[in-house]
């Protein structure tokens, strides 16, 4: 692919990400296309639909997850509390809870067996992660891979307008 066009489709996924992070699962494909400062063709030509565009988002944020694991195995003899920290506001950082809504829209049980690898991937390197930090002391025994994510994306949950005037 050549240079531009790895801009271009970057530029889409990361505004599709913001969009569904903001709006939800069905922000029309024709804003997305504007805002990344595309066509709606050129959309079309990198996310054939929706669900393509939506499973691509949500490939890049597992993969962004297994990133932060790493990050975070990379610290671990520095020092094993700090890195949970750090993990931790990099998963909240990237708004897990807010792409709820665009990920419900997704469907898994059609999606290509490369994506549910890299979902596996990422939960299990999670999860060796976890027992790591057990060993270490720096979290507590019998915390899931699954209990971490469904936590920040709990925390990082977009609400609705009344409970963000209240409490901005």
């Known amino acids: 692919m050549r240079a531009d066009a790895m ?43 929706r669900e393509e565009l939506v499973l691509a988002v949500t490939a890049d944020t597992v993969e962004q997850i297994l ?3 790493e990050e975070c195995r990379g610290r671990l003899d520095v020092d094993a509390a700090l890195a949970w920290d750090a993990l931790l506001d990099r998963l909240v950082c990237m708004e897990l809870g807010a792409l709820t809504d ?29 027992d790591e930090l057990v060993r270490r002391g720096a979290v507590r025994g019998g915390l899931s891979a699954l ?14 307008e009344p409970i963000r005037l209240a409490a901005p």
Do not use: K
Not at 16 to 41: N, T, W
Not at 103 to 127: C, M, N, V
């Open 147 to 160: 209990e971490v994510i469904v936590a920040v994306a709990t925390v990082t949950r977009v609400q609705h």
């Open 102 to 130: 665009a990920f419900a829209s997704w469907d898994a049980d059609r999606s290509p067996d490369g994506a549910r690898e890299l979902q596996e991937r990422a939960r299990l390197a999670l999860e060796e992660l976890l």
């Open 67 to 69: 990133s932060a694991v």
């Open 7 to 49: 801009r271009r489709r970057g530029a889409i996924l990361a505004t599709a990400r913001r969009l569904f992070s903001e709006h939800g699962g069905d922000m029309p494909l024709e804003s997305i296309a504007q805002e990344s400062g595309v066509g709606i063709a050129t959309l079309y030509r990198n996310f054939a639909s």
